[in-house]
C-alpha cells in the first residue's frame, strides 16, 4: 500500500517484474521512488487498474506518464463514460488503444488473474473492488481489495473468503466521527458510503468464519485522519477479532508505505 486516504489511494503488487497497479491516486514523483525500491521502472508496470472515478483514486499527471509508458489503464466499462466528467485532465491523458474497458467476468493483466465486483459507494459509474490472483511457487494467492464501500453483505464475504491478503476500509470511529466539526450532511454521507472500524472487524470476522484457506494477512485501508487515526483502528480490529486464528493485521498511511507483504 503505497498511500490510502483522502491524500491519494494506490496499491502495487508485483512478482518478478510483472507488477500493477490498483488505483493511480499519488503523483507519478511520488510513485516512483515506490517502484525503484522493487526493482521495478514504469514501464515495468503491466497495467493499472481504477476501483473509480474519485480523484484521490485518479491523478492525470500519473495516468499521463502511465501512458507515456505505453501501461494500459484498465476500469469497469461502466466507468467509462464518466472519466471525462470526473476527471477532465486524466481523460484527456488517456490514449483510446490503452484504455482497457472489462466487464464482470475474469480477466488477466500480465502474471495476474484479475476478477472484479462491485461494491456500494457514490462515485459516477459506480465503484469497484478486486480479487487478484497470481501463481507463486506452485500454488495460487489470493489477494482481495475493497477500499471504499458503503456497506458489506454475504455476497462480499464470499469473495473475500480464502483470501491470502484482505486489503479493507476502515474509515471512521463513530465516537471521533461524532466529534468532529464537520457538518451533519457529511457525517451522514460517510456513515452511507465508507465502512467503520466496527464495520471492519465484522466484516473479517465473517470472512475468517467463512475460510477453509485463512489469510495471513489483513490490511486496514482508507483510515480518515479526522474522524478515525491508524492506532485507533488497529486496536478496534484487534480486540474484536473472535476466530481463534489471528492473521497480521497491517496499518496503512497517508502519502506513506505501508510494512511490505511477502506470499510464499
Known sequence: ???????????????GKDALLVDCGIGPRSLAPYLERAALEFADL?????????????????????MRENVPLHCH??????????????AAAIRPKLLRPFGDRMF???AFRVKPFEVPHDAPGGCFGYS????????????????DIGECDQALVRRFADSDVVIIESNYDERLLDLTNRPQDLKDRIRRVHLSNDQ?????NQVLARSRRLPQAVVQAHVSQE????DTAHKHLRTRLRHPHKPKLVQTYHLRESELITLE
Open 227 to 230: 474522524s478515525n487515526t491508524v
Open 1 to 15: 500500500m503505497l498511500s490510502s486516504g483522502s491524500s491519494g489511494n494506490c496499491i502495487l503488487l508485483w512478482r
Open 108 to 110: 488477466s493483466v500480465g
Open 132 to 147: 487478484l490472483y497470481a501463481r507463486v511457487g506452485s500454488g495460487i494467492k489470493k489477494v482481495s481489495i475493497a477500499t
Open 200 to 204: 471492519c472487524a465484522e466484516f473479517v
Open 46 to 66: 503491466d497495467g493499472a487498474l481504477l476501483t473509480h472515478v474519485h480523484g484521490d483514486h485518479l491523478r492525470a499527471a500519473t495516468v499521463k506518464k502511465l
Open 77 to 90: 466499462q461502466k466507468i467509462v463514460r464518466h472519466l471525462s466528467l470526473s476527471c477532465d485532465q486524466a
